[in-house]
Antibody, heavy 122, light 116 residues
Framework: EVQLVESGGVVIQPGGSLRLSCAAS????????MHWVRQAPGKGLEWVSL????????YYVDSVKGRFTISRDNSKNSLYLQMNSLTTEDTAFYYC???????????????WGQGALVTVSS | QPVLTQPPSASASLGASVTLTCTLS???????VDWYQQRPGKGPRFVMR????????SKGDGIPDRFSVLGSGLNRYLTIKNIQEEDESDYHC?????????????FGPGTKVTVL
């Protein structure tokens, strides 16, 4: 059974930094690209970032470019999101998500974590 | 880039049917759309993918036969027949776009379904 478990969500002041983690199990992690998707409370989903299976390429939504960095450690079956210069607009549940197809950068997301809440507030 | 539009809410009486619509912006009529269900307090769950020819691939794990999709023009539909209390959820549509360094995934605003 595929499991994705996010951690690292906290309350943090504007301008602060935070790293989220996603622990993956139940599938061959290094075969898949991985994504972060966020959801502000009461709002819709927003795709945030993608990293290819080997960590060689990363993509970001415009609103986080230059502030967020996605990374992975295939030896630890783990995905990360380093978040810097946080603003109140970054307050959201952050989900890691796995695409269906091996090697594909984009495909529908067939597995999701339960989410980690990041609250940016003074 | 494509924009996905969804009505904010829909409702149906227990046992009735409801059809949700996800509308692609002009010029993207060939795009497939993915439907996700999100129950209160939970992460999203894949329902199925739809193109102009209907379902693409398989339904998500555990998605009942009561769920079906259709695609026409810029619209992608998700129909829930014989709606049950457990179907009360937010439903999101999404689509991937682009290639190379300009690739991303876009979601619609979501539709909240209430079972009366």
């Amino acid at each position: 059974e595929v499991q994705l478990v996010e951690s690292g969500g906290v309350v943090i002041q504007p301008g602060g930094s935070l790293r989220l983690s996603c622990a993956a199990s139940g599938f061959t992690f290094h075969d898949y690209a991985m994504h972060w998707v966020r959801q502000a409370p009461g709002k819709g989903l927003e795709w945030v970032s993608l990293i290819t299976w080997d960590g060689g390429s990363a993509y970001y939504v415009d609103s986080v470019k230059g502030r967020f960095t996605i990374s992975r450690d295939n030896s630890k079956n783990s995905l990360y999101l380093q978040m810097n210069s946080l603003t109140t607009e970054d307050t959201a549940f952050y989900y890691c998500a796995k695409p269906r197809a091996i090697g594909a950068r984009f495909d529908y997301f067939d597995s999701w974590g339960q989410g980690a809440l990041v609250t940016v507030s003074s | 880039q494509p924009v996905l539009t969804q009505p904010p809410s829909a409702s149906a009486s227990l046992g009735a049917s409801v059809t949700l619509t996800c509308t692609l912006s002009s010029g993207y009529s060939n795009y497939m759309v993915d439907w996700y269900q999100q129950r209160p307090g939970k992460g999203p769950r894949f329902v199925m993918r739809v193109g102009t020819g209907g379902i693409v691939g398989s339904k998500g794990d555990g998605i009942p036969d009561r769920f079906s999709v259709l695609g026409s023009g810029l619209n992608r539909y998700l129909t829930i027949k014989n709606i049950q209390e457990e179907d009360e959820s937010d439903y999101h549509c999404g689509a991937d776009h682009g290639s190379g360094s300009n690739a991303f995934y876009v979601f619609g605003p979501g539709t909240k379904v209430t079972v009366l």
